[in-house]
C-alpha cells in the first residue's frame, strides 16, 4: 500500500533531480501528487513521439494511412536526387519502430539548434541510410517527424487540429501549443506543451486500453499493435514499441529528455507521471522501480 509517508520518502529521494511534480494514479483516481512548483503547461520533450503515435493510430483506422507505406511516396517532393534502394525500402512502420537503418541519430535538439537548412524533411532523407530499414534499432527524431508530417500531407490538418476531436476533447484537453519546423509543420518527435495533469489523462487513457467515460477513444487494432510490438535496441537491454519504450514490470512509458515520464503499470492498474529537469534519462524511473512499484 502506498502510503503518504512512503510516497514523502520517494519525493525526498528524488528532490535533488530538480522535479516540479510527481503524480499517482491507481484504480483510475489520484493515489498521491506532490507539486514543487505551481502547475502549467510545460514542454513535454519526447513524451510528444507517443502522442504523434497516437495520431498514427487514428489514421490507420481511418485509412488515411497504413503501415506499409513508402516514404518515398508519400513525400515525393522531400527526395535526395538519387535515391538508395535502403531508402526506396523505407515505410511508416520504420518510421514508428525507429528502424530507419541510418547509422546516426538526426533532427536532435542539439542538431537544430544550429540547423541551416530549413527543409527538415529533406534533410533527414538525404543522410545515408546505410543499413535495410527494419534491421537495427536507432533512436532518432527523424522517424516521429516525417510520420506527423505524413498526416499533416495526407488529412491537411496540423497534428494538434487533427487531434482535436480525437483525442484533445475527450480528455478535456485545450488546444495546446506545438513546436513547428522552419516550414510551419509541426515537429512531430517533441514540443508538445501539457500540463503534468494532461499527460496523466493521455497515460490513463492507454491503461484502460483505450476507453474513457465508456467510449472506444483510440482504435483497438492500435492498442494491440503497441502492445504487441518489441523491438530491441542494440545493446540488447531495452525494447521499443510504437513511438512508446517498453519498461520494468511489462510497463509502457512514454519518455522526455529532462525528465518527463508517462509510465503506464497495467498489472498495477497504474499510471506515474513525474515532470521536472533530470538530465540522466533513467534516474527517475530508478527510484519509482524502487519507491512506488512495490507499494502499489
Not at 510528444?48 to 497516437?54: A, E, W
Not at 516521429?144 to 488529412?155: K, N, W
Not at 499493435?225 to 512508446?244: C, E, K, M, N, P
Request: glycine share 8%; net charge negative.
Amino acid at each position: 500500500m502506498l502510503t503518504e509517508e512512503k510516497f514523502q520518502q520517494f519525493c525526498r529521494a528524488i528532490s535533488e533531480f530538480g522535479p516540479d511534480h510527481a503524480l499517482v494514479l491507481q484504480d483510475g483516481r489520484m493515489l498521491a501528487r506532490h507539486d514543487w512548483v505551481p502547475e502549467v503547461r510545460q514542454n513535454q520533450y519526447s513524451i510528444t513521439k507517443s502522442i504523434t503515435g497516437t495520431a498514427i493510430g487514428f489514421a490507420l483506422d481511418e485509412g488515411l494511412l497504413h503501415l506499409e507505406d513508402p516514404v518515398i511516396r508519400l513525400l515525393p517532393d522531400c527526395l535526395p536526387p538519387v535515391v538508395s534502394p535502403h531508402l526506396e525500402h523505407l515505410t511508416l512502420y520504420h518510421l514508428l519502430t525507429m528502424t530507419l537503418g541510418q547509422k546516426a541519430p538526426w533532427l536532435m535538439g542539439e542538431q537544430r539548434e544550429f540547423m541551416k537548412e530549413k527543409d527538415y524533411a529533406r534533410f533527414a532523407l538525404s543522410r545515408p541510410f546505410e543499413e535495410e530499414p527494419g534491421t537495427c534499432f536507432l533512436y532518432s527524431n527523424v522517424g516521429p517527424y516525417l510520420a506527423g508530417l505524413m498526416l499533416e500531407r495526407r488529412s491537411g490538418q496540423s497534428l494538434a487540429e487533427y487531434l482535436m476531436p480525437r483525442l484533445f476533447d475527450p480528455l478535456d484537453i485545450p488546444l495546446p501549443q506545438w513546436e513547428k519546423d522552419p516550414l510551419g509543420n509541426t515537429f512531430g518527435a517533441g514540443g508538445i506543451w501539457l500540463t503534468s495533469t494532461e499527460v496523466s489523462r493521455f497515460g490513463q487513457l492507454y491503461l484502460q486500453d483505450g476507453l474513457w467515460k465508456g467510449r472506444q477513444i483510440l482504435p483497438r487494432d492500435w492498442m494491440r499493435r503497441v502492445d504487441r510490438t518489441w523491438i530491441t535496441d542494440a545493446d540488447g537491454q531495452s525494447h521499443y514499441s510504437l513511438l512508446f519504450w517498453r519498461g520494468r514490470y511489462d510497463s509502457l512509458c512514454a519518455v522526455g529528455r529532462f525528465g518527463q515520464y508517462c509510465t503506464i503499470l497495467k498489472e498495477k492498474n497504474a499510471v506515474i507521471v513525474l515532470n521536472g529537469h533530470d538530465t540522466g534519462q533513467n534516474h527517475l524511473l530508478e527510484y519509482v522501480w524502487t519507491y512506488l512499484y512495490p507499494c502499489l
